[in-house]
């Protein structure tokens, strides 16, 4: 089945304890991102890759990082995690050409405290 | 002025009918356009996505789109329950892999 594999689900975290969430896609597909979602101000993205080795800064990428060192995976990780990072986050996958649309993954529900 | 807007809703319509969701765009040069649905805790599914002005059919999803006005609509006929979700709008930014989304217009149909 294609599909956008993120892990985990659920994770609660304490200010400044570095975490990576995983993304992983089955589809060969050169373009992935990273958004996250806060209720009223919609799907934001954080950072994109549009191949191997090659990443770029999304709208908010502040307090993130981001690797592609293979096709198929693109975590992210935050280095010193914050409250304001607490949020839902989405991985998402495109063949990155101008008329594909995404495919999402499962979804990160992060909270730090 | 925001990049994508939408009307957050929510839309209220009963079953059978056709509900139309609509979206503007800033950006003149947009030139790709992409309708999600995401259901409550879920997340986005692509629906449709459209490229050239007028419209464009699939099953009971339409999508319209006006360039020149700066609009993409989506009308859902024969609406039903399971239709209930946020409806995402999605314009790619020309030149280059970002694509902008609006914050969602909520559709309840109503039994």
């Known amino acids: 089945e294609a599909q956008v594999t993120q892990n985990p689900r659920y994770l609660i975290t304490v200010t400044g304890k570095k975490l990576t969430v995983t993304c992983s896609q089955n589809?060969?597909?050169?373009?992935m991102s990273w958004y996250r979602q806060d209720p009223g101000l919609g799907l934001r993205q954080i950072y994109y890759s549009m191949n191997v080795e090659v990443t770029d800064k999304g709208d908010v990428p502040e307090g993130y990082k981001v690797s592609r060192k293979e096709k198929r995976n693109f975590p992210l990780i935050l280095e010193s995690p914050s409250p304001n990072q607490t949020s839902l986050y989405f991985c998402?996958?495109?063949?990155?050409?101008?008329?594909?649309?995404?495919?999402f993954g499962s979804g990160t529900r992060l909270t730090v405290v | 002025q925001k990049e994508v807007e939408q009307n957050s809703g929510p839309l209220s319509v009963p079953e059978g009918a056709i509900a139309s969701l609509n979206c503007t765009y800033s950006?003149?040069?947009?030139?790709?356009f992409f309708w999600y649905r995401q259901y409550s805790g879920k997340s986005p599914e692509l629906i449709m996505s459209?490229?050239?002005?007028g419209d464009k059919e699939d099953g009971r999803f339409t999508a319209q789109l006006n360039k020149a006005s700066q609009y993409v609509s989506l009308l859902i006929r024969d609406s039903q329950p399971s239709d209930s979700a946020t409806y995402l709008c999605a314009v790619k930014t020309p030149g280059t892999y970002k694509y902008i989304f609006g914050t969602g217009t909520r559709l309840k149909v109503l039994a």
């Open positions: 998402a996958s495109s063949l990155g050409q101008g008329a594909s649309g995404y495919t």
């Open positions: 589809m060969n597909h050169e373009y």
């Open positions: 459209i490229y050239s002005n």
């Open positions: 950006d003149r040069g947009s030139q790709s």
